[in-house]
Each structure stands twice: as C-alpha cells, then as structure tokens.
C-alpha cells in the first residue's frame, strides 16, 4: 500500500517564515504619498524628499534628509543649480513673530511648534529669507500642509522639515558662532533601476533552475506517477536504488494549505506586536542554518552530477548565495500534487497577501506585512527577503522581494514541469514554458505597480496568482486537460491502493 508523506514540521516552518516575508517592496523614505491631503491655491506641490548639504567653517559635514512643503517655491533637482547660502536662527525661534535677527539672504532655521507652518514661511519670506527649515519634535519627516484657513497662499521660498537631530545639532553649531552654509536640491529618481531588473532576473531563474534541478543536476526521472507512487523496497532486485527513492518528497494537501495560512496570520499578528532584536536575530541564525544546508545539498548535488568518481573532499561554498539555495532546497522538498491543492494554496495565500498589506492598515493603521518585514518595531528586518540596493538611485534603498512571492508560485511552476514531462509533452505545447512567461509577467507588473504607488510595497501575490494559477487554469480549460490537471495523480494513488 503507498501512503501520502505530509509536510513535517521543519519544512512547515519554512514555508511559514517565507510567506510571512511576502510582498515586493521599496526600502527607502519616498513620502510623494498625498493621500487624504486637501489641495488648494498655493498649496498643492507634491511632497518631495530634499538632500540638505551643509558646511561647517567651511568643512562639509553629513548630508541631511529633509522633506518639502506642500507649500512654497520647488527646489532644483540637480545639485549644480543648487547654491550654498549661509543659515541663521530664527529669533524668536519659533518664526511664529517679526524676526529680530537678520533673515535677508539667509536660509532661516526655525523650531517647529506655536504656530502654523505657513504663519512661519510668511515670516521667514517677509524678513528677506531664502528659505525656511523647521526643525521637527521627532525623527519622523512631519509632512507640512496648509491649514483649512490658509484658502490662498503666496509663499515664494522653499520650506523643508529637517529631523530633529540634525536640527538639534545645527541649533548648537550656530549658537557656538560657527558659519553654517547650506544647499538644498531634490534630484530625482530614476524610473527603473538596475536592482530591480537583478531581482527580476534572480527570482525568474530560481524558479526555472529548482524546476529542472532534479532532472538535469540531479539526474533523477521526473515521471511523478510512476517516481512518487512505487512502493519502495528494501528487498528483492531495486533494492539498490532505494536511497534514491528514499529522498523526501513532501506532498502538500488542501485541508494542510487552509490551515497553514491561518497559522501564518497568527504568527504574522504576534511579530508585529511581541517582535524584538533578539527574536530577529533568532531568525537569522535559523536562517543561516537553513541557508547553509540549502547550500550543502546544492552543492553536493552539483559535484556528484559533474564528478561521479570523487570521493569526500573539503570545499568551498558557492557563489550564488544561501537564501537562493534555501528556495531551491524547499522546492526539492515541497511539491504540489496537482492543481486542485494548487488553487487552495495560492488563493489562500493571495488573500492573505493583499489582507496584510492592503486591508490591515485599516485595523492596526499601518501595512502589518510591511511593517514586520522591514523590522519596524525590532530595529531588524527579518532574513526572508532578496534585497539588492539600488545601483542609481541619488536616495539609496533597497529594492527586495520576499521569499515567499518566488517559493509559492514556483512550486506551481515546478508542478507544470513536471507534469509535462510525465505526460511527455514538448516545451511549446505544454505548460512550463507559458507558467515561466506568466510569472515574469506577474513579477513585472509588480514592479510596474510598485513604481505607479512611488514605492510603496505591494502584494505581490495580487499579481503573480492571477498570472500563474489563472494561466493554467484557463490553458487547462482551453486544452481540454482541466480535469487531469484538477485531479493529477489521484487515480493512480487510488488504483495503487486497492491492489492487494
């Protein structure tokens, strides 16, 4: 009698660290976001981050982050129209009065609070400033807008918030007497940068490599139906080839997917609340553990492929980096037997996905998905993502792609392979070659959304499910094998079974 192996709990708990690390994301400080931010004559500029470069008696210190106003004149982007101007204190330094001190040609730095922000920018422009920098009460980059009372503004400087560190340490520069200089530009960023296009490039080969890993590296047929449904064995003629149809292969089922989906969520609720360092930093070394044996066991299937007759040796870990090893490793190790459990898993996680990202900042008032995966709350951001930072980018960041959003819809992909070559299809007329297609469609258009959002990070299964569990759906439908696909393997196992 054959028996189905369920999914153990070491490799359930892989799964369930990579879905909690969905979502493509943007790590940087983008804050274009003008939503629920009422526009009117004189107040109606985009937010823009602002590179605020300053002088100290002549010697450049560190560059500061600031933050435009919704009001006043536009910065230049390039630093070349930028001119340095020296930088003086407010007096008062709230700016909220007629400024005691000299302003004229200035860049004035006044102390948030007393008053509104333009009451203050009046000010500063009415005393012959050349610009205004609030100091915030926090590190946060306040966004500064107009007041319901403010119905036309004429304000013909640029206003920046400043935190309040560097603030701080302005303030005390110019209290000492030293000669303070400052410029200010916002250049922009570019459309696409070369990072994404080497995560979408990464992601995309993970997938077709663990997809042909077993038949090409490893060198083992691929025939499912005949592979995963022979009863093993340890004596009589195949007794030699039982270690290798030993190798665990753990077969995923729907009522497991349902359930693993809900567990997830939990545990996403209780990183969000209860994370710490110290717990990332758990994670981490589970993760390099993970990553390591992911490695090994690419590693070893590499030079047994290549080199039959070598014995034991000491060697040295390759180039391609553990977390790629690890999403191969899992996908060895995790297979989906046919599209019925397919679609239970990827629409659970599709709704899981768009429900942390998009639906939960209405009940916690902030993205939960996003918030656990940058380490918001910890200070750390948790391992189970690819990140590459960005190559052109004036702003810096990342751009990143959880592991989940390349291990869930492989395990699809890898079942389409495999599929195909049971069934002894070519690579135009059967599925691989099309899921392939569909999920770097998918992926692009997460990045196309990503763009369109300014950063903002996106649930990348909303695109990839549609683009990978729909298209084999609708080819099924189309070829006539919707059934087969629905209902892959089951017959076998059922025959299998009732012989004696």
Known sequence: ?????????????????VLLAGGAASDDASSDDDAGVPASPGCSNKFQLVKVKNWVNGTEGTTVVGLSARFGASLPRDIHGAQKTFAVLANPLDCCSNSTSKLTNYIAIAQRGECAFTAKAKVAQAGGAAALLVINDNEELYKMVCSDNDTSINITIPVVMIPQSA???????????????????????????????FLWIMAIGTIVCASIWTEF?????????????????????????????????????AKGAIVFIIVASVFLLLLFYFMSSWFVWLLIVLFCIGGIEGMHACLVTLLTRFFKECGRKTVQLPFFGEGICLMITVLQMARLPNIRVASALLSAAFVYDVFWVFISPLIFHESVMIAVARGDNSGESIPMLLRIPRFFDPWGGYDMIGFGDIIFPGLLVAFSYRFDRASKRGLYNGYFLWLTVGYAVGLFLTYLALFLMDGHGQPALLYLVPCTLGLIVILGWLKGELHDLWNYGRSQTENLIDEP
């Not at 192996?5 to 660290?17: D, E, I, Q, S």
């Open 1 to 17: 009698m054959a028996t189905n192996r369920r999914l153990p709990a070491a490799a359930a708990a892989v799964l369930l660290l």
């Open 167 to 197: 603030g701080k340490k302005m303030k005390g520069l110019l209290d000492d007497g030293a000669k303070l200089e400052v410029q200010l530009y916002s250049p922009n960023r570019p459309v696409v940068d070369l990072s994404a296009c």
């Open 217 to 253: 590296v490893a060198c083992e047929q691929v025939d499912e139906r005949y592979n995963q449904l022979t009863v093993t064995r340890k004596d009589g003629p195949n007794s030699g080839t039982s270690n290798r149809e030993d190798k665990e292969i753990f077969e995923i089922s």
